[in-house]
């Protein structure tokens, strides 16, 4: 393989966990994957009174950034593109913990907004949908946000951020091995009233829902598993009403062990994947959609789509194309 292609590193520094994927652009616009490493991370859930993220928090990224930045030079990645999502934009001193970070490890953090990270999530997916799928939302479940999308002939017309994640549900109910009815429908009911301000998220019932984030991932393997398929998930993998419903009520009866055993999950995802079921159970309900399509894209691969095009552009523009 040449050298001199164009690589990039794209971190994502999220409530749960933080991501680097390093791409390789070709010729043609498009770009593949060649390494991708994960730490898990709980940010933004130690907060002091006055809303700051934890000192332990801003220091716990920069051993990750640094591990992160030596892989990317050991891969040849010319450039890296970090950014952070609802954990650090919801803190007080976002501003001090990305000045920090950047001081201490040399890399520049963008810090999305929710508006923004719904675009990139749509970059990242739509561009890898089947061909007869023109319109449909997309719902991007993380730590910290949802992030919920409408879209119609590859144009996104409607986004918008709820600041209810996996993450940050799961704390506020005391991070509980086992919900209960109550609780499960508190959380219900508060999804579902934050949707009641995007009324365009009820206007179009019967469209396929395009899920994202680790929790939506995981429900695939999950069910390409109960479906006994040997071959990985297709992308994007459908998953039907029903089956939203069974995963929702199985997971919430059952205690943080009996859900890592009974259905292979991580401990760092076992413990917050009832919160992500019931939002995604919730938002689907809402919208009447027909299916979720489970796709293995997301905010990486639009950040990466987005950087590279413009790299390109801009490269045309100077040999005067």
Not at 25 to 49: C, F, I, N, Q, Y
Not at 254 to 260: A, Q, S, T, V
Not at 287 to 312: E, K, P, Y
């Amino acid at each position: 393989m040449s050298d001199n292609r164009n690589r990039l590193g794209v971190i994502d520094i999220g409530s749960n966990s933080i991501r680097l994927i390093i791409y390789e652009a070709g010729s043609d616009r498009t770009s593949r994957m060649v390494h991708k490493a994960k730490e898990t991370v709980r940010l933004g859930v130690r907060r002091d009174e006055k809303g700051n993220m934890s000192e332990q928090d801003i220091w716990t990224v920069i051993p990750i950034l640094h591990k992160f930045k030596d892989i990317c030079k050991a891969n040849r990645a010319t450039q890296i593109r970090a950014v952070a999502t609802a954990a650090v934009r919801q803190s007080n001193n976002t501003q001090d913990i990305i000045a920090r970070w950047e001081e201490e490890t040399g890399i520049a953090v963008q810090v999305l907004s929710g508006e923004e990270e719904a675009y990139y999530g749509f970059l990242g997916v739509t561009r890898s949908l089947p061909a007869h799928i023109h319109e449909g939302f997309i719902v991007d479940i993380g730590g910290g946000s949802t992030e919920i999308s409408y879209f119609r002939h590859e144009e996104l017309l409607h986004s918008t951020s709820l600041p209810c994640g996996a993450v940050n549900m799961t704390m506020q109910n005391g991070g509980r091995d086992t919900w209960n009815e109550e609780s499960r429908q508190r959380l219900a009911d508060k999804i579902s009233g934050q949707l009641q301000d995007y009324p365009w998220t009820a206007d179009h019932a019967g469209l396929p829902l395009i899920g994202l984030g680790g929790g939506i991932r995981a429900l695939a393997r999950m069910e390409r598993e109960r479906r006994h398929q040997l071959k990985p998930a297709g992308d994007p993998f459908p998953i039907e009403a029903d089956t939203i419903c069974f995963y929702a009520d199985a997971l919430a009866g059952l205690n943080l062990e009996e859900r890592i055993h009974q259905f292979d999950l991580a401990a760092d995802r076992a413990d917050i994947i009832v919160a992500g079921t019931m939002i995604l159970s919730t938002v689907f309900e809402h919208m009447q959609c027909s299916v979720l399509l489970a796709s293995w894209r997301g905010l990486s691969d639009g950040l990466a789509h987005h950087t590279f095009n413009i790299a390109q552009t801009t490269q045309r523009q100077m040999n005067g194309q």
